[in-house]
């Protein structure tokens, strides 16, 4: 199922939520209307939070089913009294201090910002419970920006060159395509939700880039 979506009046669904699996986290003063239609769509429970004072949950936030990797800017409040599941939360000291940006991540491997400290690669590691490898993805140091991934595919900017697909693919273990959103960005990560339950896209996505998206990940 895909669905398209604004939030805040934003196409860039992706710098206000994160989503992995059965969960997704989300602004905490989003509407009701949107938190239900991210549910049904990706059949997820979600939770609300606030970091910093900011809604832009997504660029914060990294996570899969073992663990979650927090902004800095964060402090343990932000999620106090919310329902995590069984994974572990850390809370990452880095001067990158947007998280959601710079990791991409499945249950199998993480790719990363190359500027993250040795310190913070070991954290990343552990917390998630997977290979990290530090890379850039079309060239492009914030790779969460410029991809999206679940388990049946990752869609990447149409810069990446061909031997970037194939080592994608390699390390995933997943299919790789290139293709936009929102009416040809290639900042495909602040542009689409996926998990293996359904896709959000943003408004401004087209037909073309549709069809694309949903050969991508069904």
Do not use: Q, W
């Amino acid at each position: 199922m895909i669905n398209k979506l604004s939030i805040f009046d934003s196409d860039f669904i992706g710098v206000y939520v994160k989503v992995f699996k059965d969960f997704a986290i989300i602004p905490r003063n989003v509407p009701e209307e949107t938190k239900l239609s991210i549910e049904e769509t990706l059949k997820v429970r979600t939770a609300g939070v606030i970091i910093d004072n900011f809604s832009l949950i997504g660029t914060m936030i990294a996570f899969n089913s073992n663990g979650i990797i927090v902004s800095g800017l964060s402090g343990k409040d932000d999620f106090s009294g919310i329902d995590i599941g069984n994974r572990n939360l850390v809370i990452l000291k880095d001067r990158l201090n947007a998280i959601g940006n710079n990791i991409i991540t499945s249950d199998r491997a993480a790719i990363i910002h190359p500027s993250f400290t040795e310190s913070s690669e070991k954290v990343i590691g552990d917390i998630l419970g997977v290979e990290v490898i530090k890379s850039t993805i079309a060239g492009v140091k914030t790779v969460g920006s410029v991809a999206v991934l679940n388990d049946k595919g990752m869609l990447v900017s149409p810069e990446a060159n061909e031997d970037e697909i194939k080592e994608l693919s390699n390390i995933f273990h997943v299919p790789v395509k290139t293709g936009t959103a929102n009416y040809g960005s290639y900042y495909i990560g602040a542009s689409i939700l996926a998990n293996c339950n359904g896709v959000m896209v943003g408004n401004a996505t087209t037909s073309i880039e549709l069809g694309r998206i949903d050969d991508t990940f069904s």
